[in-house]
């Protein structure tokens, strides 16, 4: 009987040849997570296989324009450092240049072998330098040396390390995309991290708001409640922050609920969470934001808008710190620090019975009362000045505001306080003409009942006589008191006595 023989495939060169591009394919397929081992693989697997001396990996340099060696078989730390090509330098150098693969026969008898690692061997016969290309980019070199037992045919033997140096530039250009895009995300995260701290600071030298901080500073680290009043646009959503991040909670969450914002329907799911079929939307159970503020800190802001049932419902949870979830049995434990904040006037609202009496005391353990820009002198100042920096910085300009501008902004009433200097800070950024910004201008972007004639800014004695009137103006609203009044305008008592007598204010009329 004939018998067919046939021989094993894995006895056939070229079998070897493409088992050893398959593993080298594998082993770089793991090279965006670290490239230096997924090319020592590489190279110790050309090495084994073709009974190399050495196979290095010179990565190209393009600042400096050099090839430096990334990764070496057969070669020790101090001769990787040795072993820099410049582009154009010896068989490495040129391979560089021209892109082309250079081959060296006899290593012992070629000038262009420059042997400047000082790692020639007897053993060593041809070396071969083969450029990494990927996408028509030099990414490095391949740069091997054979032994009289490597492949005798050599255009073969360049063929395949064409393919692996071909990989090795695509792992390696893959791998910089990774690495510059993580680079460029931590920088961005770090940007981000400080534009929010600096939003979050709060900026103010004046007695009223380093009163705040005072208190903010010795309550912070308690679990009190605290309410916290003032106008609209004053800070006292930044006040909360500050609270939370100064206080032993702060690595936990901080969560806000604007009660005016979402509907009274919503509000208590908001609140409370939800079981799944709780009603027909509630196609999953939803945490409410108790929940989610669970050992953190939950700021309830604009509070006086929540409607009586509401109020009942947040007042349990105040005082037993439990609650269920919407169209659940389960009874929910939180440890949850509560800032509520208000601008209404919520005694007045106890009084005509539209906030619950035994809601406010539970909120008000600790009242802060944040001052109206207005009652912040020359805070005033030193906030334009802040915002007007942040805005430049954020829309790449430059502006800074005159002598009479700043007069101007201390005399203006602010009803949006800090917001709408704030905003005010921004239109005189993107609006401006010039560089100087001066009365004129900004009265431009302020409101138009408020702007100001421009004639009254065309002299000293025009600054002089805005000046009087904002004096008169604020001795008018403390009653003629003058250490008020000159609190209020952020100026000493001295000084509110010199400018009286100046400007001869008959301060008795508003006494
Ligand atoms: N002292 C301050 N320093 C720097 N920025 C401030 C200061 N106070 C307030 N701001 C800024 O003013 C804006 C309004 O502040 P915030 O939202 O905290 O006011 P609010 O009193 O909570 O307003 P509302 O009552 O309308 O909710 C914010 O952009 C805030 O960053």
């Known amino acids: 009987?004939?018998?067919?023989?046939?021989?094993?495939?894995?006895?056939?060169?070229?079998?070897?040849?493409?088992?050893?591009?398959?593993?080298?394919?594998?082993?770089?397929?793991?090279?965006e997570l670290g490239i230096e081992k997924a090319f020592e693989t590489t190279l110790s697997?050309?090495?084994?296989?073709?009974?190399?001396?050495?196979?290095?990996?010179?990565?190209?340099?393009?600042?400096?324009?050099?090839?430096?060696?990334?990764?070496?078989?057969?070669?020790s730390k101090r001769q990787e450092l040795l072993?820099?090509?410049?582009?154009?330098?010896?068989?490495?150098?040129?391979?560089?240049?021209?892109?082309?693969p250079v081959v060296i026969e006899n290593v012992h008898q070629n000038i262009l072998f420059l042997n400047k690692s000082c790692s020639l061997k007897e053993s060593e016969i041809s070396y071969l330098a083969i450029p990494a290309l990927s996408q028509n980019r030099l990414f490095g070199v391949l740069g091997v040396s054979l032994t009289q037992k490597s492949l005798s045919d050599i255009e073969e033997m360049v063929t395949i390390l064409t393919i692996t140096a071909s990989l090795m530039a695509q792992s390696q250009q893959i791998y910089q995309t990774i690495n510059d895009e993580k680079k460029r995300l931590k920088e961005e995260k770090l940007y981000y991290k400080e534009e929010i701290l600096k939003?979050?600071?709060?900026?103010?030298?004046?007695?009223?708001?380093?009163?705040?901080?005072?208190?903010?500073?010795?309550?912070?680290?308690?679990?009190?409640?605290?309410?916290?009043?003032?106008?609209?646009?004053?800070?006292?959503?930044?006040?909360?922050?500050?609270?939370?991040?100064?206080?032993?909670?702060?690595?936990?969450?901080?969560?806000?609920?604007?009660?005016?914002?979402?509907?009274?329907?919503?509000?208590?799911?908001?609140?409370?969470?939800?079981?799944?079929?709780?009603?027909t939307d509630a196609k999953e159970m939803r945490k409410g934001r108790f929940e989610l503020a669970d050992e953190g800190t939950l700021f309830l802001d604009e509070v006086g808008d929540l409607s009586l049932n509401l109020q009942a419902k947040l007042l349990r949870v105040l005082q037993e710190q439990e609650f269920e979830r919407l169209g659940g049995t389960k009874t929910i434990k939180v440890d949850v620090r509560i800032v509520a904040?208000?601008?209404?006037?919520?005694?007045?609202?106890?009084?005509?019975?539209?906030?619950?009496?035994?809601?406010?005391?539970?909120?008000?353990?600790?009242?802060?009362?944040?001052?109206?820009?207005r009652d912040r002198g020359d805070d005033i100042i030193l906030l334009s000045r802040y915002f007007l920096e942040r805005f430049c910085r954020r829309?790449?300009?430059?502006?800074?505001l005159m002598n009479d501008a700043e007069t101007l902004l201390k005399a203006y009433n602010w009803p949006g306080n800090i917001r709408e200097l704030e905003n005010c800070m921004e239109r005189i950024v993107l609006l401006a003409p010039s560089l100087h910004v001066n009365a004129h201008v900004l009265s431009s972007?302020?409101?138009?009942?408020?702007?100001?004639?421009?004639?009254?800014?065309?002299t000293k004695a025009d600054l002089?006589?805005?000046?009087?009137?904002?004096?008169?103006?604020?001795?008018?609203?403390?009653?003629?008191?003058?250490?008020?009044?000159?609190?209020?305008?952020?100026?000493?008592?001295?000084?509110?006595?010199?400018?009286?007598?100046?400007?001869?204010?008959?301060?008795?009329?508003?006494?």
């Open 341 to 373: 904040a208000t601008n209404r006037d919520i005694k007045e609202m106890v009084r005509q019975g539209s906030f619950r009496e035994d809601l406010f005391y539970r909120l008000n353990v600790i009242p802060i009362h944040s001052p109206s820009l």
């Open 83 to 100: 072993a820099t090509y410049k582009v154009g330098e010896g068989a490495t150098g040129l391979c560089a240049q021209f892109l082309e």
């Open 45 to 75: 697997l050309l090495k084994r296989h073709f009974y190399m001396d050495k196979s290095i990996y010179y990565a190209l340099n393009d600042e400096s324009n050099e090839l430096e060696v990334l990764s070496s078989v057969g070669l």
């Open 395 to 400: 829309h790449a300009k430059e502006r800074s």
């Open 1 to 31: 009987m004939d018998t067919i023989c046939i021989s094993p495939i894995k006895d056939c060169p070229r079998y070897q040849e493409l088992r050893v591009l398959y593993e080298i394919s594998v082993a770089l397929k793991g090279s």
């Open 199 to 279: 939003q979050n600071e709060i900026i103010g030298h004046s007695a009223v708001i380093q009163s705040v901080l005072d208190i903010v500073g010795k309550v912070a680290c308690t679990s009190s409640t605290i309410l916290i009043s003032g106008e609209t646009g004053t800070g006292k959503e930044l006040i909360a922050k500050a609270i939370h991040n100064y206080s032993l909670r702060k690595e936990k969450p901080y969560i806000k609920l604007n009660c005016a914002a979402i509907p009274e329907n919503l509000l208590e799911t908001e609140l409370f969470g939800h079981e799944r079929g709780a009603f």
């Open 445 to 458: 972007v302020l409101p138009a009942k408020t702007q100001v004639d421009i004639k009254v800014f065309e």
């Open 464 to 511: 002089e006589e805005l000046e009087r009137q904002t004096i008169i103006k604020v001795l008018k609203e403390c009653s003629g008191i003058k250490i008020h009044a000159a609190k209020k305008l952020g100026i000493s008592n001295r000084q509110i006595g010199y400018k009286i007598q100046k400007f001869e204010i008959g301060v008795e009329e508003y006494l």
